[in-house]
């Protein structure tokens, strides 16, 4: 599985943007897709994860309420709209793939990056 992230960028405080996440080398048929994020000088945090096939989400605390993520499986596409974004949402967003339910998340895409100005 290869992913490829999209969407970064720089914006003020409240704004909105919307990432991608694109699976391709094959239809995706893992369990599901997760966004982290990566802040400077600080450690890789788990912000949202959607199951494939339900569509099941998790999200942390420090994102719930503000952001949403979503799949399109005929895209084979995972998105994260972040509405209300603040200056410590600035991070190197990076999506990842967790095969089975069993596993930790194994396949990386590049991160992109969004900076958020107070």
């Known amino acids: 599985v290869q992913l490829q992230a999209s969407g970064g960028g720089s914006v003020q405080a409240g704004d909105s943007l919307r990432l991608s996440c694109a699976a391709s080398?094959?239809?995706?048929?893992?369990?599901?897709i997760g966004w982290f994020r990566q802040a400077p000088g600080k450690g890789r945090e788990f912000v949202a994860s959607?199951?494939?096939?339900?569509?099941?989400?998790t999200y942390s605390d420090s994102v719930k309420g503000r952001f949403t993520i979503s799949r399109d499986v005929t895209k084979n596409t995972v998105y994260l709209r972040m509405n209300s974004l603040k200056p410590k949402d600035t991070a190197i967003y990076s999506c990842?793939?967790?095969?089975?339910?069993?596993?930790?998340?194994?396949?990386w895409g590049q991160g992109t990056e969004v900076t958020v100005s107070s």
């Open positions: 990842a793939a967790q095969i089975s339910a069993t596993t930790a998340y194994n396949y």
């Open positions: 080398g094959r239809t995706f048929s893992g369990y599901a």
């Open positions: 959607i199951s494939w096939s339900q569509g099941d989400t």
